[in-house]
């Protein structure tokens, strides 16, 4: 291992180069470019050959070239808009158009008829033949015909520096860039067994590639000098998560060791046996729980898998020991579903469940509040209020948070450092499956349980998508399943996720359905409702004194009536797959066949087709979770707010998951030999993110 360099240099403020002032400075900064190393790490987003020129006649559409030409006819436009069109004639005598909307006048009066113009964009087709729209261009002088000796890299734009400003800060601060041994963190005979150059020839690679450099692999992210960046990114994120659960197992925690009777008496009053998948999970829990050490579990499982009944008999471990246990979720309704569920299952055991969410004021609240610090609530349901300030508990044992990936970091934290008698040990939960790839990186910190079968009873359900133009058949068979006697969700959807807009939409469609609907009740439900009203509509629905409910997508998650066998879900192509998959959820519930329509605006996208075609092949999660990992990438399923995630700067979770065992063995062998080596790796593309990417 060799030693790790002084980041003196890394670390240097960017003042140092040329030109960069109060007000440039500040402009970096708002992009959280501070340092020289900032600035090495701010890597191209794609690049641009401008080593060669395509003649105008073997232009393709849709493939970027560089075209050189001479100006053969200017014309200024201001019919609907300003715009300026440059005719360019190339000695293939073929014509290529190129069009700027927005340009300046003394930029229009460079393009006199005759000048010569090189020209780089992407050709598409236009009312003449193919068109540039703003493409980057020189004029030429009268001896210029150099071309480029290397691909230009094109920045992620920052707002206020033109690419041409950024590219030279760039080079200047690789001029600052050390020797190759005082850079280099990782061991040599891993990179030489894995064909990766070193960090300061990867780094120089992609800011300055070659003439002859590989375009396709730099373009799909596959070239060895940006695998070896992601290698280096993807280990920083597994070492601080790693690092955080280390430091935080430190702490230890109180042991659970108190006597099964409770949960022996909740087994015996379910209705319902467990599956062997929930008995392999408690069982899980239970040996964590009986550990000195701060439980860390994470428990996926596909809507209607049955998490909520093991959380609460490992609340009920807790409560034997004569603590307590709080479950959070993110939404009141789901809160609500839980307490409904917990109240039913505990209170006949003598056990206190208190409910604390946003929306409990005066002196309801302060009774809760006191209820909480003094432990005589041994269960303690809510939203994020449970985190606020002024809420002390007695003595909290187990945190449960339920769809963690809706909490901002923070949040998560909060709770946590609420166990004033110790770290409490935390079970987090989501009915989001998580692919493999995203939980062995996202998820180092955690120990991972999967809920993976559904328990006996459930129907598989029918997914068909159909045009929005076939609307009309559709309300007749919401007519005639209503007459039967069974249910059905109507849930709007919309591009603005404003609960403002979205509960409009939602009522407009209620009112449309009310009047087509006659002879059937009709419930609505949105975000903008009061939390009183939302759970007397839900309560009603869930009791059949509604035959239809029309929802936006508050009811996505904890909302449990198994005679509702029929779900509509409008614009579905606006959806992604694990939220289409969650909403579907909601029915099959019970001994009833069940159908979920996916009601589309034609036409579709080929990537909307491609989710709404995996939905109707599988009902799967964790083939779903794939997908749509495949499709969107991970900071959409995990939630953009999760620190770190969301924001790699070369690493893709998708396209280099065949780096990670290489990463989890690298990441032990650091923590054990080079622990400081560690802590660089860390501080260099990680920073101050590290303490909350475990959260």
């Given at each position: 291992?060799?030693?790790?360099?002084?980041?003196?240099?890394?670390?240097?403020?960017?003042?140092?180069?040329a030109?960069?002032?109060p007000?440039?400075?500040?402009?970096?900064?708002?992009?959280?470019?501070?340092?020289?190393?900032?600035?090495?790490?701010?890597?191209?987003r794609?690049?641009?050959?401008?080593t060669?020129?395509?003649?105008?006649?073997?232009l393709?559409?849709?493939?970027?070239?560089?075209?050189?030409?001479?100006?053969?006819?200017?014309?200024?436009?201001?019919?609907?808009?300003?715009?300026?069109?440059?005719?360019?004639?190339?000695?293939?005598?073929?014509?290529?158009?190129?069009?700027?909307?927005?340009?300046?006048?003394?930029?229009a009066?460079?393009?006199?008829v005759?000048?010569?113009?090189?020209?780089?964009?992407?050709?598409?087709?236009?009312?003449?033949?193919?068109?540039?729209?703003?493409?980057?261009?020189?004029l030429?002088?009268?001896?210029?015909?150099?071309?480029?000796?290397?691909?230009?890299?094109?920045?992620?734009?920052?707002?206020?520096?033109?690419?041409?400003?950024?590219?030279?800060l760039?080079?200047?601060?690789?001029?600052?860039?050390?020797?190759?041994?005082?850079?280099?963190?990782?061991?040599e005979?891993?990179?030489?067994?894995?064909?990766?150059?070193?960090?300061?020839?990867?780094?120089?690679?992609?800011?300055?590639?070659?003439?002859?450099?590989?375009?396709?692999?730099?373009?799909?992210?596959r070239?060895p000098?940006?695998?070896?960046?992601?290698?280096?990114?993807?280990?920083?994120?597994?070492l601080?998560?790693?690092?955080?659960r280390?430091?935080?197992?430190?702490?230890?925690a109180?042991a659970?060791?108190g006597?099964?009777?409770?949960?022996?008496?909740?087994?015996?009053?379910l209705?319902?046996?467990?599956?062997?998948a929930?008995?392999?999970?408690?069982?899980?829990?239970?040996?964590?729980?009986?550990?000195?050490?701060?439980?860390?579990?994470?428990v996926?499982?596909?809507v209607?898998?049955?998490?909520?009944?093991?959380?609460?008999?490992?609340?009920?471990?807790?409560?034997a020991?004569?603590?307590?246990?709080?479950?959070?979720?993110?939404?009141?309704?789901l809160?609500?579903?839980?307490l409904?569920?917990?109240?039913?299952w505990?209170?006949?055991?003598?056990?206190?469940?208190?409910?604390?969410a946003?929306?409990?004021?005066?002196?309801?609240?302060?009774?809760?509040?006191?209820?909480?610090?003094?432990?005589?609530?041994?269960?303690v349901?809510?939203?994020?209020?449970?985190?606020q300030?002024g809420?002390e508990?007695?003595?909290?044992?187990?945190?449960?948070i339920?769809?963690?990936h809706?909490?901002?970091?923070?949040?998560?934290?909060?709770?946590?450092?609420?166990?004033?008698?110790?770290?409490?040990?935390?079970?987090?939960?989501t009915?989001?499956?998580?692919?493999?790839?995203?939980?062995?990186?996202?998820?180092?910190?955690?120990d991972?349980?999967?809920?993976?079968?559904?328990?006996?009873?459930?129907?598989?359900?029918?997914?068909?998508?159909?045009?929005?133009e076939?609307?009309?058949?559709?309300?007749?068979?919401?007519?005639?399943?209503?007459a039967?006697?069974?249910?059905?969700?109507?849930v709007?959807?919309?591009?603005?996720?404003?609960?403002?807009?979205?509960?409009?939409?939602?009522?407009?469609?209620?009112?449309?359905?009310?009047?087509?609907?006659?002879?059937?009740r009709?419930?609505?439900?949105?975000?903008?409702?009061?939390?009183?009203?939302?759970?007397?509509?839900?309560?009603?629905?869930?009791?059949?004194?509604?035959?239809?409910?029309?929802?936006?997508?508050?009811?996505?998650?904890?909302?449990?009536?198994p005679?509702?066998?029929l779900m509509?879900?409008?614009?579905?192509?606006?959806?992604?797959?694990?939220?289409?998959?969650?909403?579907?959820?909601?029915?099959?519930?019970?001994?009833v066949a069940?159908?979920?329509?996916l009601?589309?605006q034609?036409?579709?996208?080929?990537?909307?087709?491609?989710r709404?075609?995996?939905?109707?092949?599988?009902?799967?999660?964790?083939?779903?979770?794939?997908?749509?990992?495949?499709l969107?990438?991970p900071?959409?399923?995990?939630?953009t707010?999760?620190?770190?995630?969301?924001?790699?700067?070369?690493?893709d979770?998708?396209?280099?998951?065949?780096?990670?065992?290489?990463?989890?063995?690298?990441?032990?062998?650091?923590l054990?030999?080079?622990?400081?080596?560690?802590?660089?790796?860390?501080?260099?593309?990680?920073?101050?993110?590290?303490?909350y990417?475990a959260?």
């Amino acid at each position: 291992m060799s030693a790790a360099p002084s980041p003196a240099l890394a670390e240097t403020p960017l003042s140092v180069l040329a030109g960069v002032g109060p007000a440039l400075r500040e402009k970096l900064a708002a992009r959280g470019l501070l340092t020289l190393q900032d600035l090495w790490l701010h890597l191209p987003r794609s690049y641009e050959d401008r080593t060669a020129l395509t003649p105008i006649r073997a232009l393709q559409p849709g493939v970027a070239a560089q075209v050189e030409g001479r100006v053969e006819a200017v014309e200024r436009g201001f019919r609907y808009r300003p715009q300026l069109k440059v005719a360019l004639t190339d000695e293939s005598r073929a014509t290529l158009v190129l069009r700027f909307f927005h340009f300046r006048a003394a930029q229009a009066a460079q393009f006199a008829v005759g000048a010569r113009v090189r020209a780089y964009g992407t050709p598409r087709p236009g009312a003449l033949g193919l068109e540039m729209v703003h493409p980057g261009y020189t004029l030429l002088g009268a001896g210029e015909h150099a071309l480029g000796e290397a691909l230009d890299p094109v920045y992620p734009a920052i707002e206020g520096i033109g690419p041409a400003s950024l590219r030279k800060l760039v080079l200047q601060a690789l001029r600052h860039l050390p020797p190759e041994a005082a850079l280099e963190l990782l061991p040599e005979d891993w990179l030489r067994a894995l064909g990766l150059p070193s960090l300061h020839t990867a780094i120089l690679t992609l800011h300055t590639p070659p003439k002859d450099a590989d375009l396709a692999a730099l373009q799909a992210g596959r070239h060895p000098a940006q695998r070896r960046l992601a290698l280096e990114e993807l280990l920083a994120h597994q070492l601080g998560l790693r690092r955080q659960r280390l430091a935080l197992q430190a702490e230890g925690a109180r042991a659970l060791r108190g006597d099964e009777r409770l949960v022996r008496q909740l087994r015996a009053a379910l209705p319902f046996t467990l599956t062997g998948a929930q008995e392999r999970v408690y069982a899980q829990l239970r040996a964590d729980l009986r550990q000195p050490r701060p439980m860390l579990r994470l428990v996926q499982g596909d809507v209607g898998s049955g998490k909520t009944v093991v959380a609460a008999l490992a609340a009920l471990l807790a409560v034997a020991d004569g603590r307590q246990a709080a479950l959070m979720a993110p939404t009141e309704l789901l809160a609500e579903q839980h307490l409904a569920n917990l109240r039913t299952w505990l209170q006949p055991l003598g056990v206190e469940v208190c409910w604390l969410a946003g929306k409990v004021t005066g002196k309801a609240r302060a009774q809760a509040l006191q209820a909480v610090a003094s432990g005589a609530a041994q269960v303690v349901v809510g939203t994020h209020a449970l985190m606020q300030e002024g809420v002390e508990f007695h003595d909290l044992a187990l945190a449960i948070i339920d769809e963690q990936h809706r909490f901002g970091v923070h949040q998560r934290l909060a709770l946590r450092d609420k166990g004033r008698r110790g770290v409490p040990h935390q079970l987090v939960m989501t009915a989001t499956p998580i692919p493999r790839t995203l939980a062995m990186s996202a998820y180092a910190d955690l120990d991972v349980s999967a809920i993976d079968e559904l328990p006996p009873g459930r129907t598989p359900v029918t997914t068909i998508a159909l045009s929005a133009e076939r609307r009309p058949e559709l309300v007749e068979r919401i007519r005639a399943a209503c007459a039967e006697g069974r249910q059905a969700y109507w849930v709007c959807t919309l591009i603005d996720d404003s609960d403002e807009v979205q509960a409009q939409a939602a009522q407009s469609t209620f009112e449309a359905l009310q009047t087509v609907l006659p002879g059937v009740r009709v419930g609505l439900v949105h975000g903008r409702m009061k939390a009183a009203e939302k759970q007397a509509t839900m309560r009603a629905f869930k009791d059949g004194a509604l035959g239809l409910l029309v929802a936006t997508t508050v009811i996505e998650v904890g909302v449990d009536v198994p005679n509702a066998s029929l779900m509509v879900i409008e614009n579905a192509e606006r959806l992604g797959l694990a939220q289409l998959h969650q909403l579907r959820g909601r029915v099959g519930r019970g001994s009833v066949a069940s159908t979920c329509v996916l009601l589309y605006q034609p036409p579709l996208s080929a990537l909307a087709r491609q989710r709404l075609d995996t939905l109707r092949q599988t009902n799967d999660g964790f083939v779903i979770a794939e997908k749509d990992l495949e499709l969107r990438g991970p900071g959409e399923l995990l939630g953009t707010r999760q620190t770190g995630l969301a924001s790699f700067r070369m690493a893709d979770l998708v396209r280099d998951a065949d780096l990670l065992p290489q990463v989890h063995a690298l990441a032990d062998r650091l923590l054990g030999e080079a622990p400081d080596v560690a802590e660089r790796i860390i501080a260099r593309w990680v920073g101050g993110a590290a303490r909350y990417a475990a959260a």
